[in-house]
């Protein structure tokens, strides 16, 4: 590279350094913003509703006879609910390799919603253990393609200091569906009993939901609508800064330089960055196993989701109050969520704005351990929804710790959230009908987990503190006798210490 190419360069780096806190800067970032929130966020959200209200209708079904009807025993409803998560899992990898290949993933998400739309819908016609334990199967395989996916294009897209709040606003579709899901349930399960001779739960887990008056006529109406939503997905979502159509040339522009600006480097592979050396880099990464054993341990802690709604009957209601019940902690959680989100991207700290909420769960087990009034239960229910605040920051503190490449972003968050849902799978299994009403093995061996993951989230932030250390001594280091004599003499010109004046001229920092 010549010397005229290298001015060139450093001359462009330093008219866009200039720029970035411009008024005409600034404006043209609220623009940008304004639109991928108005467009993006509403999308992932929506799906994320229809995602898990899909996945867990059997969840509440169980409480109007579908277990009694199918015929199955404790251990195959378990592993009804654990099946699911032995194609989710592991699929969830090669999927994000997948994403992060394509170039328009707008359409390969859209396809994905669209096929477990359709999964959904054959469910309510399942007619033993063994067809239903297909189509439970079969459903993970397209769902795997969500979260891990959105969560990685809001990466491609906002910066670390803007994503988790995004983040909370998919993740409280999660949140708010366990709601809503719960209040339909109610519905379907009290007055669609015996309707032209079929069962409430067959209804259910067919997930007929919003339009509620046609479901007397049209038991299918959930499905369809999934369907429906993905194919409107593949053009309501972005694709990447470099290629969304709905986007100007500036717009893009603007897009790809508040990422590079954000991690001190250009957001994108390099030719050599394929996705299989992604994975590789990925999984040869201590921190990214350490991230995935962590979330092993904190789904673990949290598999109380897929019983819910059985926790909720301890209370001692009818099915109907029971599953009315169920939904204002996730309401609340829902919206802890999201707050807690807002004050992460305002302090930039990780640790305790996610370890601190499973310490709620923990309390939540101890309250519940050692009583049975409804009270005391009902606010445990309350504390252990809110956990869920704290996982879904989870895959934001992984997009800050592994930032480049994007290859091996993509592929570690996957791994983390793949791997991670194992947690989900064992959980399946210990929560059993034989432990109940109190459940006091299975929540010991959850508080355990919740435990195991606060040790491992501690040695996490140790890492990532001295991976700053090095940072700034390389920093320190690099300096010349010229530049550190122009920062000391600006320190005393503002008053600052040496180490204050440093810190304002920091480039990336990892966030703990």
């Not at 910066?159 to 719960?182: D, H, P, Q, V």
Request: aromatic fraction near 10%; charge should be positive; glycine fraction near 8%.
């Amino acid at each position: 590279m010549g010397d005229d190419e290298k001015a060139k360069i450093s001359l462009e780096e330093n008219q866009r350094d200039s720029d970035r806190g411009t008024r005409e800067r600034t404006l043209a970032e609220k623009r940008l913003l304004r639109k991928l929130d108005m467009r993006l966020l509403p999308t992932i959200f929506i799906i994320y509703i229809m995602n898990y209200i899909d996945r867990n209708g059997i969840t509440t079904a169980r409480l109007k006879g579908l277990q009694d009807d199918l015929r199955m025993s404790d251990v195959e409803y378990a592993t009804l609910i654990a099946v699911l998560y032995a194609t989710y899992c592991p699929a969830q990898i090669p999927s994000n390799m997948i994403l992060n290949y394509v170039s328009r993933p707008s359409w390969y998400i859209g396809a994905c919603v669209a096929g477990w739309g359709l999964t959904s819908l054959l469910t309510g016609v399942t007619k033993n253990f063994g067809g239903i334990l297909a189509c439970r199967i079969f459903i993970g395989l397209p769902e795997a393609a969500f979260y891990p996916g959105a969560m990685y294009l809001l990466s491609r897209w906002y910066t670390k200091k803007e994503l988790a709040f995004r983040s909370a606003i998919l993740y409280s579709g999660l949140l708010l569906s366990n709601a809503f899901g719960a209040l339909i349930a109610a519905g379907i399960l009290a007055n669609m009993e015996g309707r032209r001779g079929i069962r409430a739960w067959r209804c259910l887990v067919i997930d007929a939901i919003f339009l509620t008056r046609a479901i007397e006529r049209l038991f299918y109406i959930e499905g369809a609508i999934t369907i429906f939503i993905g194919l409107q997905t593949m053009w309501l979502l972005p694709d990447y800064p470099h290629n969304t159509r709905w986007l100007s040339k500036p717009e893009l522009r603007l897009a790809q330089a508040r990422l590079s600006e954000d991690a001190g480097e250009a957001d994108k592979d390099n030719k050599e960055d394929s996705a299989w050396k992604g994975f590789k880099m990925a999984i040869k990464d201590p921190l990214v196993d350490i991230f995935a054993i962590m979330t092993v341990c904190q789904l673990l802690g949290l598999s109380f989701v897929n019983f819910f709604p059985t926790l909720t009957q301890t209370l001692g209601f009818s099915t109907t109050i029971t599953l009315l019940l169920a939904a204002p902690p996730w309401i609340v959680a829902s919206i802890v969520c999201c707050v807690n989100a807002w004050h992460m991207d305002r302090t930039g700290e990780r640790f305790f704005h996610i370890a601190g909420w499973w310490w709620g769960v923990i309390v939540g087990f101890i309250i519940a351990l050692s009583t049975m009034s409804i009270a005391g239960r009902y606010v445990s229910l309350f504390l252990m929804a809110c956990g869920y605040a704290g996982f879904a920051m989870t895959l934001v503190w992984v997009s800050n710790a592994v930032p480049r490449p994007p290859a091996k972003r993509a592929a570690a968050m996957a791994i983390v959230n793949g791997c991670g849902n194992l947690g989900n799978l064992i959980g399946s299994y210990t929560w059993k009908a034989a432990w109940g009403p109190k459940y006091h093995q299975s929540m010991a061996i959850s508080l355990s987990g919740l435990v195991l993951s606060t040790l491992l989230s501690i040695v996490i932030r140790q890492v990532l503190i001295n991976k700053n250390k090095k940072l700034d001594a390389d920093e320190k280091a690099a300096m010349d006798i010229a530049d550190r004599e122009r920062v000391e003499e600006a320190a005393r010109l503002e008053g600052l210490t040496f180490d204050q004046a440093m810190e304002r001229r920091k480039g990336f920092r990892y966030l703990y």
